[in-house]
Antibody, heavy 118, light 110 residues
Framework: QVQLRESGPGLVRPSETLSLTCAVS?????????WGWIRQPPGKGLEWIGN???????YYNPSLKSRVTISLDTSKNQFSLRVNSVTAADTAVYYC???????????WGQGTLVTVSS | QSALTQPPSASGSPGQSVTVSCTGTSSDVGDYNYVSWYQQHPGKAPKLMIY???KRPSGVPDRFSGSKSGNTASLTVSGLQAEDEADYYCSSYAGSANYVFGTGTKVTVL
């Protein structure tokens, strides 16, 4: 059974960098597929942040592209998200997910709330 | 890329059907058959219910069905049950490995 679990600080100061990790079990991320991040501000809808292919290619939401980096650590079977220069607008529940193709996010982490506040 | 447009709310009585629309553009919904639907209960992660417009993952009841016409996709839940009360989001492939989600619809079982 494929499982994903997000981890990272729950509070980040404005202008600093948000860093999250998604640990994957039940599937080797180096074997294939895309791995992505989605966020959901409190009481609002889902927003796609970006994906990374197992080979290393990355694709980002144009609205966030200048501040976002996704990377893979195949030795630990995990992938990470970094968002630079955060503001209160980046406060959200952040989800990691697997994209096996066909445009679907089939496995999701449980989500982690990140609050941007001084 | 702009969010796909969904009605804020929809409702139906137990046993009835409810349909949720998802309107995009010729660059996303209208151009690809990669529309997915997700169910989200409060405080929970989204769950994949429909992919490639009308396909159901294993374990999803056949009460859930999807379709598409032009730039608009639809999710229909037939034989509504209490546990179907949730938020529903559509998503579409938008080219160049980009994706876009819908604004979300709260489905209420009366």
């Amino acid at each position: 059974q494929v499982q994903l679990r997000e981890s990272g600080p729950g509070l980040v100061r404005p202008s600093e960098t948000l860093s999250l990790t998604c640990a994957v079990s039940g599937y080797s991320i180096s074997s294939g597929y895309y791995w992505g991040w989605i966020r959901q501000p409190p009481g609002k809808g889902l927003e796609w942040i970006g994906n990374m292919y197992h080979s290393g290619s990355t694709y980002y939401n144009p609205s966030l592209k200048s501040r976002v980096t996704i990377s893979l650590d195949t030795s630990k079977n995990q992938f990470s998200l970094r968002v630079n220069s955060v503001t209160a607008a980046d406060t959200a529940v952040y989800y990691c997910a697997r994209l096996p193709g066909s445009g679907k996010f089939d496995y999701w982490g449980q989500g982690t709330l990140v609050t941007v506040s001084s | 890329q702009s969010a796909l447009t969904q009605p804020p709310s929809a409702s139906g009585s137990p046993g009835q059907s409810v349909t949720v629309s998802c309107t995009g553009t010729s660059s996303d919904v209208g151009d690809y058959n990669y529309v997915s639907w997700y169910q989200q209960h409060p405080g929970k992660a989204p769950k994949l219910m429909i992919y490639e417009v009308s396909k159901r993952p294993s374990g999803v009841p056949d009460r859930f069905s999807g379709s598409k016409s032009g730039n608009t996709a639809s999710l229909t839940v037939s034989g509504l049950q209490a546990e179907d009360e949730a938020d529903y989001y559509c998503s579409s492939y938008a080219g160049s490995a980009n994706y876009v989600f819908g604004t979300g619809t709260k489905v209420t079982v009366l």
